[in-house]
Nanobody, 126 residues
Framework: QVQLVESGGGLVQAGGSLRLSCAAS????????IGWFRQTPGKEREFVSA????????NYVDSVKGRFTISRDKAKNMVYLQMNSLKPEDTAVYYC???????????????????WGQGTQVTVSS
């Protein structure tokens, strides 16, 4: 059974930084990608970034390019999302999720992800 546990959320001022962590367990992830999504009340869950377990190929939504960096530590089964230059519009619950690796483009599709964490709240004050 795949388990994903996010941590690292919190309250930060605009311009600040946070690093989110996703601890993954329950299987080997060599054919998988792990993604980060976010959601605010009343809105659909939005793709933020994803990374393949093998090769480290990445994808980012345009609004976070240059500010967020996704990485993984295969030895620890961890995926990280370093978030810099945070803006109030980054405020959301952030989720990590796992899907079988397909293409870089499909990494951004919500529907392909099979397992989800419980989420961690990120609040950016202006």
């Amino acid at each position: 059974q795949v388990q994903l546990v996010e941590s690292g959320g919190g309250l930060v001022q605009a311009g600040g930084s946070l690093r989110l962590s996703c601890a993954a367990s329950g299987r080997t992830f060599s054919s998988y990608a792990i993604g980060w999504f976010r959601q605010t009340p009343g809105k659909e869950r939005e793709f933020v970034s994803a990374i393949t377990w093998i090769g480290g190929y990445t994808n980012y939504v345009d609004s976070v390019k240059g500010r967020f960096t996704i990485s993984r530590d295969k030895a620890k089964n961890m995926v990280y999302l370093q978030m810099n230059s945070l803006k109030p519009e980054d405020t959301a619950v952030y989720y990590c999720a796992v899907r079988r690796w397909g293409t870089i483009a499909t990494m951004a599709l919500l529907s392909g992800y099979d397992y989800w964490g419980q989420g961690t709240q990120v609040t950016v004050s202006s």
